[in-house]
C-alpha cells in the first residue's frame, strides 16, 4: 500500500510507504488527513487505521532544479508519443541537428519521432530532407505538483490533492 505525502502547504511531495507513513505520524511530523478503516495496521499491542494521504507539520524546502535532465523518455512524453514529421506514435528519439554535424543532446535538438520518418531521414537535417516540424522543441515545463508514481491506477483516491488547482 501507498501513501501521498503532502507539504505543509498542501502540496504534494512524495509517495511513500504506509508503513513508513504510520512513522511519520507517530513520530509527530505528519498528521492523517485520510485513512483506510478497512485494513488497518497492526503491531504486538496497537491496531491503526492504514494512511492514505498525510500531511507534515513543518514545510519541508525541496530544491528545485533549473531543468529536467535530457532522457529518452522524458522526450518522447514531452511530445505525447506523436512523432514530430508525421505525427503518427513515435517510439525513437531523432536529433533535429544529427550528431554527425554536431547536433548536440539537449531538449531544444531531440524529438520523438516514428521509426520509418527516423529512418528515412537518416543524418540529415529536416530542412534537406523538404520536412518541417509540427511543434518547436524545448525544455518541458515542469509541475511542482507532478508526483512520480501518481499516475497510475491506484490513486484515484488522491485526486483532489494532485490536481494543479490544489498546488
Given at each position: 500500500?501507498?501513501?501521498?505525502?503532502?507539504?505543509?502547504?498542501?502540496?504534494?511531495?512524495?509517495?511513500?510507504?504506509?508503513?513508513?507513513?504510520?512513522v511519520?505520524?507517530?513520530?509527530?511530523?505528519?498528521?492523517?488527513?485520510?485513512?483506510?478503516?478497512?485494513?488497518?495496521?497492526?503491531?504486538?499491542?496497537?491496531?491503526?487505521a492504514?494512511?492514505?494521504v498525510?500531511?507534515?507539520?513543518?514545510?519541508?524546502r525541496?530544491?528545485?532544479?533549473?531543468?529536467?535532465?535530457?532522457?529518452?523518455?522524458?522526450?518522447?512524453?514531452?511530445?505525447?508519443?506523436?512523432?514530430?514529421?508525421?505525427?503518427?506514435?513515435?517510439?525513437?528519439?531523432?536529433?533535429?541537428?544529427?550528431?554527425?554535424?554536431?547536433?548536440?543532446?539537449?531538449?531544444?535538438?531531440l524529438?520523438?519521432?516514428?521509426?520509418?520518418?527516423?529512418?528515412?531521414k537518416?543524418?540529415?537535417?529536416?530542412?534537406?530532407?523538404?520536412?518541417?516540424?509540427?511543434?518547436?522543441?524545448?525544455?518541458?515545463?515542469?509541475?511542482?505538483?507532478?508526483?512520480?508514481?501518481?499516475?497510475?491506477?491506484?490513486?484515484?483516491?488522491?485526486?483532489?490533492?494532485?490536481?494543479?488547482?490544489?498546488?
Open positions: 500500500m501507498r501513501t501521498l505525502v503532502l507539504n505543509a502547504g498542501y502540496e504534494p511531495i512524495t509517495i511513500v510507504s504506509d508503513r513508513r507513513a504510520l511519520l505520524v507517530l513520530g509527530g511530523k505528519a498528521s492523517v488527513l485520510e485513512a483506510d478503516e478497512t485494513q488497518p495496521l497492526r503491531s504486538m499491542s496497537d491496531e491503526h492504514r494512511p492514505q498525510i500531511l507534515l507539520t513543518k514545510y519541508v525541496i530544491p528545485m532544479t533549473r531543468r529536467a535532465p535530457v532522457s529518452r523518455k522524458g522526450v518522447l512524453r514531452r511530445d505525447s508519443h506523436r512523432c514530430a514529421y508525421c505525427d503518427k506514435f513515435a517510439n525513437t528519439v531523432d536529433h533535429v541537428q544529427p550528431r554527425s554535424r554536431g547536433g548536440r543532446d539537449s531538449w531544444e535538438n524529438v520523438a519521432c516514428c521509426l520509418r520518418c527516423n529512418n528515412v537518416g543524418d540529415k537535417t529536416p530542412e534537406e530532407m523538404g520536412w518541417s516540424l509540427r511543434r518547436r522543441p524545448s525544455a518541458p515545463i515542469s509541475h511542482h505538483w507532478h508526483v512520480r508514481g501518481a499516475d497510475r491506477a491506484d490513486s484515484a483516491q488522491w485526486a483532489a490533492y494532485l490536481a494543479p488547482s490544489a498546488a
